[in-house]
């Protein structure tokens, strides 16, 4: 069984400072990883996509990925009340395979 | 480029009764995912259409069924609606599955309500 795991939080993290959201994958052969972000009642919407190990960064969104200890991790930086939202996981392998979210929440 | 869309945005039913639930892909996309996200709860897949063939399916029971058209668009069937099929239902597309990217994208859902 294949798996993608995610620390459910919720993650509370002060308003312009860095949040860390982690996930771990059971898959070694696991080649694309994509970070998608949930608001309350909404469809997710893809943020970030990584392929290779070590950082990507897009805006105020930095990927981490790290094939060999089979864990990936968004960095949000300067974090906004609008980041307020879950962050799920998805690794592919075949199909993509979804962690279970992270509800983040930026304190003002 | 028009997004993944789906209908109805709200749909209402009984228990006991059909529900017909439909998605159009972004176009070039080939393949269409459903999920069912109960209210708080993960993603949970459901189904998968590629080039008109159904590749997987999730841990639900058969009375969740669905197709792909010539067009890609899909529909999603439940029959015998119970309760606890109350959910928010999403449809995902993406480049069909021979290719090397897989990100999906997602339509905005259909809630279902069943009385």
């Known amino acids: 069984q294949k798996e993608v795991e995610q620390n459910s939080g919720p993650l509370s993290v002060p308003e312009g400072a860095i949040a860390s959201l982690n996930c771990t994958y059971s898959d070694r052969v696991s080649q694309s990883f994509f970070w998608y972000r949930q608001y309350s009642g909404k469809s997710p919407e893809l943020i970030m996509s990584i392929y290779s190990n070590g950082d990507k960064e897009d805006g105020r969104f930095t990927a981490q990925l790290n094939k060999a200890s089979q864990y990936v991790s968004l960095l949000i930086r300067d974090s906004q009340p609008s980041d307020s939202a879950t962050y799920l996981c998805?690794?592919?392998?075949?199909?993509?395979?979804w962690g279970a979210g992270t509800k983040l929440i930026i304190k003002p | 480029e028009a997004g993944v869309t789906q209908s109805p945005t709200h749909l209402i039913k009984t228990r006991g009764q059909q529900a017909t639930l439909r998605c159009s892909p972004i176009s070039g996309h080939t393949s269409v995912y459903w999920y069912q996200q109960a209210l708080g709860l993960g993603l949970q897949f459901l189904l998968w259409?590629?080039?008109?063939?159904?590749?997987n399916r999730g841990n639900f029971p058969p009375r969740f069924s669905g197709r792909q058209f010539p067009n890609y668009s899909s529909e999603l069937n439940v029959n015998a609606l119970e309760l606890e099929d109350s959910a928010l239902y999403l449809c995902?597309?993406?480049?069909?599955?021979?290719?090397?990217?897989?990100?999906?994208?997602f339509g905005p859902g259909t809630r279902l309500t069943v009385l």
């Open positions: 995902a597309s993406s480049l069909g599955s021979s290719g090397s990217i897989h990100e999906q994208f």
């Open positions: 998805a690794v592919y392998h075949y199909q993509l395979i």
């Open positions: 259409y590629d080039e008109g063939e159904e590749r």
